[in-house]
């Protein structure tokens, strides 16, 4: 008898653009005149009163009132190219993308009001010129973040970006402005102005307490990264994020009187006690910085950030399904390596977070 062969099932259709696929870019006009280009700033930047009368510059720096950003930096128009399909065993979803390019110039071609959370790590003002010899083909990674017009210079490179990542936003969206001490605080100006000052929710204060410090500088030891966070109006999303403690603590019960809270007794009068395993997450943040002999998620790009930390903003802002870009990410698009980068800065444990599923590399503009 002829042995009969096990039918097998026919490969799952990839939807959308395929390998090699070039997507036209959208019309653009010359000047800004799109519906959520910024409002009057009187109306706008608003400070509250006890800022006094602070010189500061109404409209953010770069800005022009006819052509916005647009005057400085023209608009780019670039097909995009799907140069790397990666399904991660789910054909089905609905691809995700990870673009490549300069940002400003992608983001001016996606829609407004699709993005319910963005976080950006972007150079830091830092001066420094970061290299990197990167995996076995010992190949130089490197980016500059040394910058011929000042600070000033820096903030207009910004803000131009910053204006495109608000429209971007759905109204109940926030953004995470990753930063430290060398820019933080002229940013947070700017931020003001382009967001409103009303719209700034937290400062979330990253406290890297295992970075190795060098004894010889007279200061103390700098252990903290800034992240900005502006919801794009008040209806933005936010979760409260109950964090394990490492050991459980004994509290006394607490109930509410006639709206006043008082320690809970049982019928003898004594007082009562909970245990709690958890607490609320406050905006200071002690997570460890990736060490070198991490196996798990570290790539060895300079400034990799920790994925408890994206975790952490994500679980804060975001629902399930929501869409969220990491914008200025040095996501390695190799093979193997792409797996693991995306990987990295995707943890687990967010489950909403589409990243996830399967991206779809793009690029901006010709491939070469
Ligand atoms: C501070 S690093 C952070 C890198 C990355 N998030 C990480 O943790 O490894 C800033 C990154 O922004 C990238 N970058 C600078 N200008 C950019 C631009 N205009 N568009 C997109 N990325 C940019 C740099 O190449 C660099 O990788």
């Known amino acids: 008898m002829a042995k009969r062969r096990k039918a097998r099932s026919p490969e799952p259709e990839v ?14 006009s010359e000047t800004d005149e799109r519906e959520d280009a910024l409002p009057r700033q009187e109306e706008f930047w608003r400070p509250p009163v006890r800022f006094g009368s602070v010189p500061v510059e109404k409209e953010p720096l770069g800005w022009d009132r006819r052509r916005g950003f647009r005057k400085l930096f023209p608009h780019v128009p670039l097909p995009f190219q799907v140069i790397e399909r990666v399904t991660f065993g789910h054909p089905e979803l609905e691809p995700n993308r990870l673009f490549w390019g300069d940002n400003l110039h992608v983001m001016r071609q996606l829609p407004s009001e699709s993005i ?47 204006y495109e990542m608000k429209r971007l936003l759905k109204k109940t969206g926030s953004i995470c402005v990753h930063l430290d001490w060398h820019a933080v605080h002229y940013a947070r100006v700017e931020l003001d102005k382009i967001f409103g000052h009303g719209c700034f929710r937290n400062e979330v204060v990253w406290y890297y307490y295992n970075k190795m410090h060098d004894r010889r500088k007279r200061l103390l030891p700098r ?48 007082l009562l006690y909970i245990t709690k395993s958890s607490r609320a997450l406050d905006d200071v943040w002690r997570i460890s910085m990736l060490q070198p002999a991490d196996k798990t998620y570290r790539i060895g790009y300079p400034t990799e950030k920790p994925p408890r930390l994206l975790e952490w903003l994500i679980k804060t802002s975001a629902t399930k399904g929501t869409r969220s870009p990491i914008s200025f990410a040095a996501v390695v698009l190799r093979h193997s390596r792409l797996r693991r980068s995306l990987a990295a800065g995707s943890p687990a444990t967010s489950r909403g977070w589409r ?12 491939s070469s």
Do not use: C
């Open 355 to 366: 990243w996830r599923s399967r991206p779809t590399a793009w690029h901006a503009g010709q």
């Open 223 to 270: 252990a903290h990264d800034a992240i900005l966070v502006f919801g794009k109006t008040s209806e933005a999303k936010y979760n409260q994020v109950e964090i394990p403690l490492e050991q459980p603590v004994k509290r006394l019960a607490r109930k509410k009187i006639g709206g006043r809270a008082v320690n809970a007794r049982d019928e003898d009068g004594n």
């Open 15 to 28: 939807s959308g653009p395929v390998k090699g696929d070039f997507i036209a870019p959208p019309e653009a």
């Open 116 to 162: 319910d959370l963005i976080y950006i790590d972007p150079p830091f003002f830092s001066g420094r010129q970061y290299n990197v010899i990167f995996g076995d083909q010992n190949e130089l990674r490197s980016f500059s973040d040394i910058r011929e017009g000042g600070m000033p210079g820096y903030l207009i490179w910004l803000n131009a970006r910053l």
